[in-house]
């Protein structure tokens, strides 16, 4: 764990009173590091008895002077019940002041000294309701009958957007099992209050459905909580999946890998969904599947398949944590004694950093023992240093941007979100028009802070699957704070866009925002793929699907990368969201108002063609199995585009009759001459 402390010493003159000499100050700024070791002898039995003189620690080659050394010891032994069955006596500690803080033990408390600390995490908003009971049952029975001597709990939830701390540590078990009481059986008049104070929430609601940064965002703020005790900590995720895709931000399961590692905490990752098995055709919860994925297997791989990707994260949440996940098991309690047998008595190492450059690098650290060369050291090998803004020059701004690009620990102190879609250009290459939406809550803190204007810094760059740069972005927008702009902020998101030309193959987008006025900074991180539709020949060649509710006239447009004006015809004319001098802006959250038209477009391709061949195309909503909403079959009556052999489709929706809801939007198209089709689906919301 990383820790800054700050230390004025005041000095007075001879014979000046303290009114008639202002105080002269020296400011000491120092970084605490702090290890946990675990040793062992070749026998794997815990060293005891070890003193601060039979350690060397160094960072980056660098020696360290020890300045805190202590040994943790873990009796692991069941406590009796008291005569009577009284629960065993109960930790003093108070519950959080604040719903989003772990209360941190005053200086020289030893409460969690010789203390085993466990953190149950339930995700309320990505784990289904049955599966949420399972994970309350294995806790309560873990509570009643696995919990030891050195145990104590602490009890957080994810839910309505926001991390909060319903229990802090104890081994008052009747404190631990209220909580759970209230988690089992809710009261509705608690539901219906927004907790406006929660760590994480957010006004702008979009961005909280559909992204699944939000549930590893969630687990970074719970780790930061939890950084003001010094001790090892473990927690245990009661999770229904965590799936990265192609929409989602692969820089965020680092930052939080980065911050468990900072903060001495190793994920334990619980599947509640248990032991699945997977049906050819699916469950009772979505359609029956046609095609002939149905009689070649295909549909019942790729059922299976989406299933192993939802572990996939919550492995690499362990393995890089130092934690272990349980999945595919219906005994959910093991996956809390995992966590309980992973912390064995261990020595807490600290030291304070020769090195006191807030550069944001990563600083590796070795620890050995002098005389036993021969134990094994368990402890963690580095840590990333912190970062300091206020005091940059525009050199040292333009470096941290240029640094922050390729830093391996990815900054997300703004919240962004992302879209890549795809349109073809010729037989070989491809439009990659990119929209960018960070909420406008975000720059409210520089709008507190007084400023009238800030400067948001756009940095990029597209590698190829072999980690070459093929494409680069940099880029600088002005926003006004003061006036009607600074009021709407918290309502409206800010908008960016730009664009690519590839060629067909596999990428990664690495793209970070800075708001220059008070240097946070956020990042996204994505592969997608550009597909060569030359060689599609199964089913008819369509480009990615924009969902839209907002069009906006190009003189007012949203701000993008082309500042020239012959440029900026140039990607207007590739760009195919632009029509009529209006531009189409996607979604990219797929929030829908009732109140707002929802816009689909896409194209069609017809490689071979010389006219326009007729074709059908219809919009399909399903909630849940029901087809809730379709659209009649339209024919295209567009012409073929001779340059590009593209047909444009396009929808303009009503969605006032629909409930609120959830949907899968699906888009079919048809080709009745060359007997082909093609579809296209993803998930919606629906609100008011």
């Not at 805190?68 to 109960?90: H, I, K, M, W, Y």
């Not at 941007?401 to 703004?414: H, K, N, Q, R, V």
């Not at 060649?541 to 949203?558: F, G, H, K, N, T």
């Amino acid at each position: 764990m990383l820790r800054r402390s700050l230390l004025a010493l005041m000095f007075f003159l001879p014979g000046a009173s303290a009114q008639q000499q202002p105080p002269f100050t020296i400011k000491v700024d120092t970084q605490l590091v702090v290890e946990t070791v675990v040793v062992k002898d070749r026998e794997g039995k815990d060293l005891e008895g070890l003193t601060d003189k039979d350690f060397t620690v160094t960072e980056d080659g660098v020696p360290q002077t020890i300045r805190v050394f202590e040994f943790q010891r873990l009796e692991d032994t069941p406590t009796p019940a008291s005569p009577g069955g009284a629960a065993r006596p109960a930790v003093e500690l108070v519950q959080p002041k604040i719903p989003t803080q772990i209360t941190p033990p005053p200086a020289g408390d030893s409460r969690y000294r010789d203390r085993r600390l466990l953190v149950l995490f339930f995700d309320l908003m990505n784990v289904s309701p049955p599966d949420q009971l399972r994970a309350f049952t294995a806790a309560d029975k873990f509570i009643r009958t696995q919990m030891k001597v050195p145990d104590l709990v602490a009890i957080m939830s994810f839910a309505g957007g926001s991390v909060k701390v319903l229990q802090d540590f104890t081994n008052d078990q009747d404190a631990l099992f209220a909580v759970l009481q209230k988690l089992m059986y809710p009261d509705d008049d608690e539901n219906d209050t927004a907790d406006t104070t929660a760590a994480f929430g957010q006004n702008t609601g979009e961005f909280n459905i559909f992204n699944t940064d939000r549930q590893l965002a969630a687990l970074q703020a719970a780790v930061n909580m939890l950084k003001t005790v010094n001790e090892q900590k473990s927690l245990v995720y009661f999770a229904g999946g965590l799936r990265l895709n192609g929409t989602d931000n692969q820089a965020q399961l680092r930052a939080t890998i980065n911050a468990a590692t900072r903060s001495n905490v190793a994920f334990f990752p619980v599947d509640a969904r248990g032991l699945v098995a997977t049906l050819p055709l699916g469950d009772a919860t979505r359609p029956s599947p046609g095609g002939i994925g149905v009689f070649n297997g295909s549909t019942a791989m790729s059922a299976i398949t989406n299933f192993q990707r939802s572990q996939d994260s919550l492995y690499a949440l362990a393995s890089d944590t130092g934690g272990k996940p349980l999945l595919d098991n219906n005994d959910l309690v093991a996956g809390i004694i995992q966590a309980e047998q992973a912390i064995t008595s261990y020595y807490v190492i600290g030291y304070y950093s020769t090195n006191t450059n807030l550069d944001g690098k990563f600083r590796r650290v070795k620890i050995i023992l002098k005389e036993t060369p021969a134990a094994k050291l368990d402890y963690r090998q580095g840590y990333y240093a912190g970062k300091a803004f206020n005091k940059f020059t525009a050199a040292d701004k333009e470096r941290q941007l240029e640094d922050a690009l390729m830093l391996g620990d990815p900054i997300t102190d703004l919240t962004i979100a992302m879209e890549v879609n795809y349109f073809q250009l010729n037989r070989a290459e491809y439009f990659a028009p990119i929209t960018v939406k960070i909420p406008g809550s975000e720059l409210v803190l520089a709008r507190s802070g007084g400023a009238e204007r800030t400067l948001i810094d756009f940095i990029g760059e597209v590698k190829d699957e072999y980690g070459t740069t093929i494409q680069n972005l940099r880029d600088k927008v002005d926003i006004k704070l003061s006036g009607e702009t600074a009021s709407e902020l918290s309502r409206r998101p800010i908008e960016y866009d730009t664009g690519f030309t590839l060629l067909p193959g596999k990428y990664v987008i690495k793209f970070l925002a800075r708001d220059s006025e008070t240097g946070r900074i956020g990042t996204y991180q994505t592969l997608f793929v550009i597909p060569n539709l030359i060689k599609e020949d199964k089913r008819i060649p369509i480009s990615s699907v924009v969902l839209s509710s907002q069009r906006v006239d190009m003189r007012e447009a949203l701000y993008n990368a082309t500042k020239d004006k012959t440029a900026a015809a140039a990607a207007q004319a590739a760009n195919p969201l632009v029509n009529d001098g209006q531009k189409l802006i996607p979604s990219v959250t797929r929030v829908f108002s009732k109140s707002r038209e929802m816009f689909v477009y896409l194209q069609a391709y017809e490689r071979n063609a010389t006219t326009t061949e007729p074709l059908f195309a219809f919009v399909t909503f399903y909630h849940g199995q029901t087809k809730a909403f379709e659209t009649p079959p339209v024919q295209v009556v567009d012409e073929l585009d001779p340059k590009t052999k593209a047909l444009p489709l396009k929808f303009s929706l009503s969605l006032s009759k629909l409930p609120v809801g959830e949907y899968n939007c699906q888009v079919t198209v048809l080709n009745p001459n060359g007997q082909k089709v093609a579809f296209w689906q993803a998930p919606i919301i629906l609100v008011n």
